[in-house]
């Protein structure tokens, strides 16, 4: 079913700060956008059918704006929208065809996902050198357009008039999880966050080849930390199998759960945080920790 998704591009370097400053600017893409149609000549749509939905097979994917009559049947109603342009269908359309205008759907959205995934790996839909610099954060986690957590996530969610999208994919693996409501609340917002996250988490940890369970308890114990450090891990344990940590951070003192990502190499569920551990140390967010 079609979703409007709201692709508003947070991110964006401006005024003379390349490399050094982001701001949430979907006036800065709709400006984009206009260069782009004027140089080529094409329309957003057209172009993205060609360079992007032909390769890939989407055939439910595009910049409609309005929706298509044989669209519109496979379209999800937007809710809170009785009073907008379109009573009938709850829908709202947007002259930010960049920033505001693509509709798509959970499965070919997935599929995108994956072909950014491969591109960053080893190129593919984009050249590998595009898709590197398009995920490589400027400020914070903001990369072009996408957000980077951990170093080897891809992330961007979005609100539109009566829809809400969250999708996360993976730079390891063929691996990406798209989450759509046809409802958009504040409550929604970060609840559909945290089911996207959640069910990326548990797939990430059933693909992972785990480390055998007997290192982990070599794995625990209490930590130190640089004194500069805005997030470490204080302390590290096992209960009924699973390995934890306590951590110290800005917001306070909390304890998360641990999966396996890769060779001594863990997440933390609920959050985009890695852990790597070396001898007598473990690393957080790039900061190491020496076991005391």
């Known amino acids: 079913m079609l979703f409007s998704c709201y692709w508003n591009p947070a991110g964006l370097t401006v005024g003379g700060c390349q490399g050094r400053q982001t701001i949430y600017s979907g006036g800065g893409f709709t400006l984009a956008e206009l260069a782009f149609t ?8 057209e172009a993205f059918r060609k360079e992007v939905a032909e390769p890939l097979g989407l055939t439910r994917t595009g910049y409609f704006q309005p929706l298509d009559e044989d669209l519109i049947g496979n379209a999800a109603f937007g809710g809170r929208l009785a009073e907008k342009e379109d009573p009938a269908r709850g829908f709202h ?74 999708w996360l994919f993976s730079l390891r693996e063929d691996l990406c999880v798209a989450v759509m409501f046809n409802r958009s609340t504040n409550e929604l917002d970060w609840k559909q966050s945290y089911i ?54 800005d917001e306070g003192t909390f304890t998360s759960r641990l999966y396996p990502i890769g060779e001594r190499t863990f997440g933390r569920r609920g959050g985009f945080t890695k852990i790597i551990f070396g001898k007598d140390c473990l690393t957080v967010g790039g900061i190491t920790c020496k076991k005391i």
């Open 93 to 166: 359309y947007y002259p930010e065809h960049a920033a505001a205008g693509l509709w798509t759907t959970p499965g070919e959205l997935v599929r995108i996902g994956q072909a950014l995934s491969r591109s960053w790996r080893e190129g593919g839909l984009l050249r590998k050198e595009t898709a590197r610099r398009m995920l490589t954060p400027v400020m914070d986690s903001f990369g072009l357009g996408i957000q980077c957590f951990r170093g080897d996530i891809g992330y961007h969610d979005g609100w539109n008039e009566g829809f809400l999208t969250t």
């Open 196 to 249: 996207a996250i959640d069910l990326f988490q548990t797939l990430e940890e059933e693909l992972a080849e785990d480390t055998d369970r007997t290192d982990r308890e070599a794995f625990c114990g209490r930590y130190e930390h640089p004194d500069d450090a805005d997030l470490w891990a204080e302390e590290v344990f096992t209960k009924d199998g699973k390995l934890y940590a306590k951590f110290h951070g």
């Open 38 to 45: 004027r140089i080529t000549g094409m329309t957003l749509r």
